[in-house]
């Protein structure tokens, strides 16, 4: 019962060699409202590997964004605190740094792209004057040469006509292109890393597939690294290399996307892959994981997850599990795992 | 050996939905005043017990489409008859006294109920309105709603705020089942919720459905979850409906591109390998709605007929019908992801079981 029997499982190839771009160790943030303290993220620790895209999937309230938010540095000062962890890009601590140091690793090195479209840009200027500013705050160079940059980027983004359309109002696009303007600011300064918060969300179904082959062709034409936040579990599962699942604050189960889809070792994760409607033959319910998720001010004792649970048993309602390893990178935090071994 | 028999008169559909256009003038003070056509001369039938979905993306009339219906806005052309009784045609009075059939459940769970109003007089009030078993008839009724719903029925004096998202919408569709009604339109009723809150929903709905044998207009723009739930599925492009078919037909053969390129659109949850059709651009401007098929600008199928002739809407016996000039000459279809079509793993599926045991009481909040 305590993952004696992870070596009956196919064993999975070391993770490769290189370095992960982004190491998130132990991060801890925790927020002060009226109604107390909140801890939005509790312990979370992943990697963005160079090169690659790291899918964070999550319900409201399980602390993708807030871990996000954290990494940008963009936590609102007057009621977010970090209280524990660190947060490495290529091996310098984010938290360790002044404000300045941030601010000039921001948009370049790390950039972001929200659900937003619509609140992100602003509305009196034209949207090459929004991503010519974003190249010249980082970079000396000469109006002519930005608006060349800017452009260029317009054209990698696919938007059709980008000379005619640099002289556009945010207004006058949609927000498939709106998205599309936000996605070229976010790639000014050719960062390492793009992190993409619910880039679809707000989006029709027909343009987030649009969005989505975009980010496939930018991390593999320029080999940006993406961390892409989503609480569907499909569409992360279509483009990350690696997927973390957070519920409630925590990472509850991370690994190899193919592993974690094909052999999900959380209770959560099971329950999301079959909250999701597929469409194989004959008439399947879905399953519902009842109840909700749980007011963060007032954790369950123990496990988390084990109000909602149908694996639970006597020390989930105790202690809380740690992540830990059942196949070398594929983790969890459930004391029943692995589950095939729960009679 | 038996004799002919003249067939007998086939009493109307719960609902028909005939030539039904919604007009909207726009502009004024600063532009050039223009017509919007929301809605735009669409038709289609509901039989009792039947489910159909309705699908599309932003701005293509769906949601408009539904409160047609409900008469919550007034149509600009066309009939709505319910058993057969045009609803556009009665006056206040007769269309007051039709609402206990009509109901309606909405997307947002947080707006949609009143917070200083106790669940108790939310789900309530509807048979105070009708006066139907006013006094203590209506406390059981309550009970009974919230039992159906899953919700704990000794929560009936709580508050909206009292509850989660999920929670919300239940007492949401306990009110819209307080009259008993033969219709509901369900506005994209779980899109403002979290995924695993989602599928308790849609079986919610599907269980009360069966149950109860619901008209159910489900409007969505998730067709995933449109197929898990409705008979017949109507997909509408820019006010028109572009194709009308059984659930089962448009997932295994989908005819217009449109519906083709949404169903292309749907996540798999694996690296795509298919040959998908991607569209290009947005949505046109409804206020200036491309010539002909509304679709060809950007139909990767379409041809000069296309930009001069609207395609009319045309079933076949089987009931399947679509608005699509060549349908018949276009590549046949790849078919949706194979992860989304190939059967469970088994070892998931042994897993799943376990979510699929009794359902608990809803725990209380805490």
């Known amino acids: ?343 | 050996m038996s004799a002919a028999r003249i067939a007998p008169v086939s009493p109307p559909p719960l609902l028909r939905v005939a030539g039904l256009s919604k007009y909207f003038d726009v502009g004024g003070l600063f532009q050039r005043r223009g017509r919007l056509a929301a809605v735009d001369n669409i038709s289609f039938d509901l039989a009792e017990g039947e489910t159909l979905g309705l699908v599309g993306e932003s701005g293509c009339g769906k949601s408009t489409t539904g409160r047609l219906i409900l008469r919550l806005i007034e149509a600009s052309a066309g009939s709505v008859a319910f058993r057969g009784e045009n609803l556009l045609k009665l006056d206040a009075t007769a269309m007051g006294s039709h609402r206990r059939n009509l109901q309606l459940i909405f997307q947002d769970p947080f707006s949609s109920l009143n917070p200083s109003m106790t669940v108790h007089e939310i789900i309530g009030e509807p048979m105070h309105v009708h006066h139907i078993d006013a006094g203590s008839g209506i406390t059981r009724r309550v009970a009974e709603l919230l039992q159906m719903v899953g919700l704990n029925p000794a929560h009936m004096a709580r508050y909206p705020h009292e509850f989660s998202g999920g929670q919300r919408q239940r007492i949401g569709i306990a009110r819209a089942l307080a009259l008993s009604p033969q219709l509901i339109v369900c506005d994209e009723p779980v899109s403002a919720l979290d995924v695993s809150v989602q599928a308790q929903i849609l079986n919610l709905l599907r269980r009360l459905q069966q149950d109860m044998r619901l008209g159910l207009l489900f409007i969505s723009h998730d067709l995933m979850a449109v197929r898990y739930i409705a008979h017949r599925v109507a997909v509408m492009y820019l006010g028109k409906l572009v194709e009308v078919a059984p659930t089962d037909a448009i997932f295994a053969a989908p005819r217009h591109p449109y519906t083709r390129a949404l169903l292309d659109a749907v996540p798999a949850p694996e690296p795509e390998r298919r040959a998908r059709l991607v569209l290009d651009g947005d949505l046109p401007s409804p206020l200036d709605p491309p010539t002909g098929c509304h679709f060809h600008p950007r139909c990767p199928f379409a041809t000069a007929r296309c930009a001069t002739e609207a395609p009319a809407l045309v079933a076949d016996p089987a009931g399947h019908a679509v608005a699509c000039h060549n349908w018949r000459e276009i590549p046949a279809w790849s078919g949706l992801s194979p992860a989304l079509t190939r059967p469970v793993e088994p070892r998931l599926a042994r897993l799943l079981e376990r979510f699929r045991q009794p359902p608990i009481l809803p725990v209380d909040h805490p």
Request: glycine share 10%.
């Open chain 1, 1 to 343: 019962m305590d993952g004696a029997d992870g070596h009956s499982l196919p064993v999975m190839p070391q993770a490769a060699a290189a370095a992960p771009l982004l190491q998130v160790r132990d991060l801890s943030v925790s927020f002060a409202g009226e109604a107390g303290i909140m801890p939005a993220v509790r312990g979370a620790s992943f990697d963005v590997p160079a090169g690659g895209c790291l899918g964070i999937v999550g319900e409201s309230g399980s602390g993708k964004s807030v871990s996000s938010l954290a990494i940008m540095g963009l936590l609102p000062p007057q009621t977010a605190r970090i209280t524990s962890g660190s947060i490495l890009f290529q091996g310098r601590d984010l938290l360790a740094m002044s404000a300045s140091q941030v601010r000039s690793l921001r948009g370049s090195a790390i950039s972001m792209i929200f659900q937003e479209p619509m609140s992100s840009l602003n509305p009196a200027f034209t949207i090459g004057d929004q991503i010519m500013e974003a190249i010249q705050a980082h970079e000396r160079v000469s109006r002519r040469e930005a608006r060349d940059r800017a452009i260029g980027l317009l054209r990698q983004v696919r938007i059709p006509a980008p000379e005619r359309r640099f002289s556009d109002y945010p207004h006058k696009l949609s927000g498939g292109m709106r998205q599309r303007v936000m996605i070229a600011i976010a790639l000014a300064c050719e960062p390492k890393l793009l992190i993409a918060d619910e880039p679809t969300t707000a989006l029709d179904v027909t343009v987030q597939a649009q969005i989505v082959e975009l980010l496939r062709d930018i991390q593999q034409e320029r080999g940006t690294s993406i961390m892409l936040i989503s609480h569907n579990i499909g569409l992360i599962a279509g483009l990350a290399d690696e997927i973390v699942v957070m519920y409630a604050g925590g990472v509850v189960e991370r690994g190899a996307t193919a592993r974690v889809i094909g052999h999900p070792e959380h209770p959560y994760t099971v329950g999301l892959l079959g909250a999701v409607p597929r469409a194989e033959p004959g008439d399947h319910p879905l399953v519902g994981i009842d109840g909700a998720v749980p007011d963060l001010r007032h954790l369950p004792p123990g496990c988390v997850f084990e109000p909602r649970c149908p694996f639970s048993a006597a020390p989930c309602r105790q202690d809380e599990p740690a992540l830990r390893s059942l196949l070398p990178g594929h983790l969890a935090a459930c004391h029943m795992a692995p589950l095939d071994a729960v009679p």
